[in-house]
């Protein structure tokens, strides 16, 4: 079997910022829920059988507690915040497994399926559907992908090398030195993507950097980053640490969990208070085919 996991965020973003400005901004806008709802629809019309979808219910987590800097919810459209109840409910009267998350993040979710799911030898793939970076760490060779559709672009362990020029493993040490704008960390002043990359292709970790700046990898001013290092190793490690993603295996029991078996007596109601009846019968429709 192949698994379908879904950053509910990321595509609620994507369907509420792809709407037009006034379609986004009216009373009430539902724009994004449905268009999340149609993209787990297409998935399951393509074929999916089991799948879940993560979300950050709560945007902040426990690395605001970490880090001040941390990304929090301040600035975003209240019209786009007030959606995310909206759209793990509806999501679940459609019979989708979500995981709605306060503590922890959708990113840590997705990792923790993807962890529970490569483990069971009834799954052929997990497929993480985002573009997210982070996921990138969570790429196993024959266990686990992250598929881009908006580009439209299939990411295995090659293509998280070549894409970031480390494998998946050193994900979290690359994030460290450059920074993650993104999440609200600055990275290690000095350090670039390509600096950052040749050094960790060879070395694999922070910590096995050697801080003389000695190094057997041709890297532009090798002595000052290096420097750099020496002086910020705490905050690089702390900043590994935000990167990191978190594995709960509580958050899934069993793959069987994932199987989808159609949309609950609720799911006619729910899609017509959404202003999208037509999202129930491609429902009903899908469950005929399975």
Not at 202 to 216: A, F, K, N, S, T
């Amino acid at each position: 079997m192949l698994v379908h996991l879904v950053d509910g965020t990321y595509e609620l973003f994507r369907q509420h910022f792809g709407a037009p400005a006034e379609a986004r901004e009216a009373p009430g806008n539902r724009t994004g829920t449905r268009g999340v709802l149609s993209t787990v629809l297409y998935l399951i019309e393509g074929g999916a059988t089991h799948i879940g979808v993560a979300t950050d219910h709560v945007v902040e987590s426990f690395r605001n507690d970490m880090w001040p800097g941390y990304k929090t919810s301040a600035g975003m459209p209240p019209e786009l915040l007030e959606q995310f109840p909206v759209v793990e409910d509806a999501l679940r009267a459609m019979g989708v497994k979500v995981w709605a998350m306060v503590e922890l993040e959708a990113d840590d979710a997705l990792a923790s399926a993807a962890h529970v799911a490569g483990a069971d030898e009834r799954v052929e793939e997990v497929i993480i559907l985002t573009p997210d970076k982070d996921l990138a760490q969570c790429v196993r060779d024959g266990e686990v992908v992250q598929f881009d559709r908006r580009n439209d672009k299939r990411i295995d362990v090659a293509g998280v090398i070549e894409k970031f020029g480390v494998p998946p493993e050193s994900i979290p040490d690359y994030l460290a030195l450059v920074g993650d704008s993104a999440d609200g960390f600055p990275g290690l002043q000095g350090w670039g993507a390509k600096s950052a990359a040749a050094v960790l292709a060879r070395y694999g970790h922070i910590e096995d950097i050697p801080l003389d700046g000695v190094w057997d990898v041709n890297v532009r001013s090798a002595a000052r980053l290096a420097a750099t290092l020496t002086e910020q190793q705490e905050l690089a490690m702390l900043f590994r640490d935000l990167a990191t993603l978190r594995i709960d295996t509580a958050l899934l029991g069993s793959v069987d969990e994932l199987r989808w078996t159609g949309p609950t007596s609720d799911f006619d109601v729910v899609a017509k208070e959404l202003g999208a009846p037509e999202l129930a019968d491609r429902a009903a429709h899908a469950n005929l085919r399975q």
